[in-house]
């Protein structure tokens, strides 16, 4: 039986994919990737913000949901601390849900309306023994409303209508920090509230991993988010991940198309400044998994060559800790060439080694 391993990462994902039925007219059966053998590491430290940016139905929400053990997947493996999520024991499934906490999109959706807000708070408390006493219950459920700007006295005792969306989820951020958990995964938390309070949302998120080093995975469409937030950034199309680096590298140094039409959507803040140029993207379905063998950007890159239909394109490496998955870099060395020569270089030193003691 595996046990769980304090030095292994939080989360690691390897090469998840996760493929769903089609209803289709006719008696041929159709599938769909939502996610393609997609690979991701959280560690505990240093704790760091890793956001997943994507246009709707890259295929986000779907992996978020297979990262919380809520969804299993169709291949691949999550692993926490080097155990699969789907074999934990029920002490470690607690450990587990302890340790990896979800912030979802609608802030009202979460809450059961004919409930007290504070009650989310409560279960919490007593489900995993945070307190022995009324008093600690408040005492704790004050100080965490307070870390995250909210005044008790404005929440406790109200309903989800009484609030508005962003205090809503800032309560939902103070349940979290509870339990201080290892990773946060936040599934576009700000794309239902104010532009006006949004800021102070991400601005906790960063609070909790300098105060509390608590890592955060931020899903968003929203490149400026990203950006906001820094640190590593993975760039999702069509269920596939096409290029991740550090925020600056792709912003700077975008690798692959995908990734460039994204920010060449971004409008100049300056009004007296037009788009000259349409934009040169066609509209296509989204690939199905018959077409795994080939590039999902294929229908709509204009640098669009005869390889990129017939193959899947591998990982290159860009610069260091900058990789994209584009036929464009074939100059560029491969990511498992160089696995595969670091791997190579371990084993001689370790026969050297062995050589050296005899």
């Not at 959706?109 to 022995?132: C, E, H, M, Q």
């Not at 951020?173 to 949004?198: F, G, H, N, Q, Y």
């Not at 193959?311 to 464009?328: K, S």
């Amino acid at each position: 039986m595996t046990e769980l391993k304090e030095n292994a990462p939080v989360l690691d994902v390897r090469n998840v994919s996760k493929i769903f039925n089609i209803p289709t007219p006719g008696f041929e059966r159709q599938y769909i990737a939502a996610v393609d053998q997609v690979s991701l590491i959280l560690q505990e430290k240093p704790a760091k913000i890793v956001s997943l940016v994507g246009e709707s139905g890259s295929g986000k929400t779907t992996l978020a949901r297979i990262m919380l053990g809520l969804t299993p997947p169709t291949r691949g493996e999550v692993l926490y601390k080097g155990k699969q999520v789907a074999e934990l024991n029920k002490e470690e499934w607690w450990d587990f849900r302890r340790n990896v906490q979800p912030i979802f999109q609608d802030p009202f959706g979460i809450y059961n309306p004919f409930y007290r807000v504070d009650r989310a708070l409560d279960i919490t408390i007593k489900n995993f023994g945070l307190a022995s006493s009324n008093d600690e219950i408040y005492a704790l459920k004050a100080e965490a409303l307070r870390a995250v700007d909210l005044r008790p006295d404005d929440v406790i005792g109200r309903y989800p209508h009484q609030l508005s969306g962003g205090q809503c989820q800032r309560v939902m951020l103070a349940r979290t920090l509870l339990l201080r958990p290892k990773i946060i995964v936040a599934d576009e938390p700000v794309s239902m509230i104010d532009v006006a309070v949004r800021m102070l949302f991400l601005n906790i998120l960063l609070d909790f991993r300098d105060k509390y080093d608590i890592s955060s995975l931020m899903i968003t469409h929203d490149l400026a988010t990203a950006y906001y937030m820094g640190g590593p950034m993975v760039v999702l199309c069509f269920g596939r991940a096409v290029e991740s680096g550090d925020i600056m590298q792709l912003l700077n140094n975008p690798a692959h198309p995908y990734t460039q039409q994204l920010l060449a959507a971004i409008p100049t803040p300056d009004p007296t400044q037009r788009w000259e140029t349409r934009a040169n993207v066609k509209i296509t379905d989204r690939p199905l998994t018959h077409e795994g063998k080939k590039c999902v950007y294929a229908a709509r890159c204009p640098y669009a060559m005869p390889i990129c239909s017939q193959q899947r394109p591998p990982d290159y490496i860009v610069e260091e800790g900058h990789y994209v998955a584009c036929f464009l870099h074939q100059d560029k060395p491969k990511v498992s060439e160089v696995m595969m020569s670091a791997k190579a270089t371990r084993r001689a030193e370790k026969v050297a080694r062995t050589h050296g003691e005899d």
